[in-house]
């Protein structure tokens, strides 16, 4: 049975639709990863869930129990945000505690709580430091135990790697999903970072202009993406136009493209072929190829970016690197080739 639900919510600002038709169900346990462009209504909708919003209209419900219209403090959520928002002058321990101590807890099963977040977090000898005498990314670790402590149904996360440098952040994601696993607590995660909601969750919930664009497991969203928006926002694309031939080959200038998937577009209607830069090679071999020539050699470490023109439009292949790899430079002619079960088709705009 589903743990959150938000039935058909609707926020409005000014008369604008910021979230609208948002339906959703998470499962107890489960951790769930809003990602898009800022302005999109990721943060509104998260705000909804933990009462700073109300919405327009819809229903919000944790557990069974409706909350809609029910304070930040009627609701066992926790929040962690992008800012870390720690109280200076308090200590660690302090700040750990301050959600325990609003709620009358006792001390001595404040300590032992506190103690166990300290542990939980890696954490255990900064009971007495204070804010300022910690990295940022020790910070947020704080701020997380802070809000687990009052031990929430829920917990939100609302940008909380976005301040961090790029090693930290990568270390800290997979802290917070260990944390996450090992406490089964149902997450919601906003995140503008495609990588970081991949990494992080079961499902994905990207939104555009406050609306529901796809939702899914990462792999679902990445390799099967619904929409052009999906399709385009999540990932690196190459979209090749052509016209449609028969219902799996579409004309692209002078060569054809195959698919497996069946298009559903009538012959001679215009259509981009979608394929990702990883899917292509340098090279004969597949059954789609096309001819074009070098423009630029990029090493990115563990990938070789090529970017290729071909007429007017420009194909980028992300070559996997190893060290008998062969470069092409910049002017050659070369062939890309990629599998039919690669490409998918949408109607051009």
Known sequence: MSFLVLDRVRKDFAGKAAV???????????????LGPSGCGKTTTLRMIAGFERPTNGRISIGGRDITNARPNERNVGMVFQSYALFPNMTV????GFGLKLKNVAREETHSRVAE???????????????HELSGGQQQRVAL??????????LLLDEPLSALDAKIRDELRTEIRRIQRQLSITTIYVTHDQEEAMALSD??????RGVME??????????????????????????????VIDAKTVQCDDDRLQTTTPIEES?????????????LDLGAGEENQLNGVVESVNFLGAIVRVRITRGEQMITADLFNERLLELPEVGDNVTISFPAHACWVMKAN
């Open 20 to 34: 609208e038709d948002f339906n959703l169900e998470v499962d107890a346990g489960e951790f769930v990863a809003f």
């Open 93 to 96: 321990g302090q700040n750990v």
């Open 117 to 131: 977040l300290l542990e939980l977090i890696h954490l255990p000898d900064k009971d007495d430091s204070y804010p």
């Open 145 to 154: 135990a802070r809000a687990l402590a009052i031990r929430p149904q829920v």
């Open 203 to 208: 499902r994905v919930v990207v939104m555009s």
């Open 214 to 243: 796809q939702v899914g497991p990462p792999f679902q969203i990445y390799n099967y993406p619904e929409t052009r928006f999906v399709a385009s926002f999540v990932g690196k694309l190459n979209q090749i136009s052509g016209s």
């Open 267 to 279: 012959p001679g209607t215009a259509v981009n072929v979608m394929v990702r830069p990883e899917e």
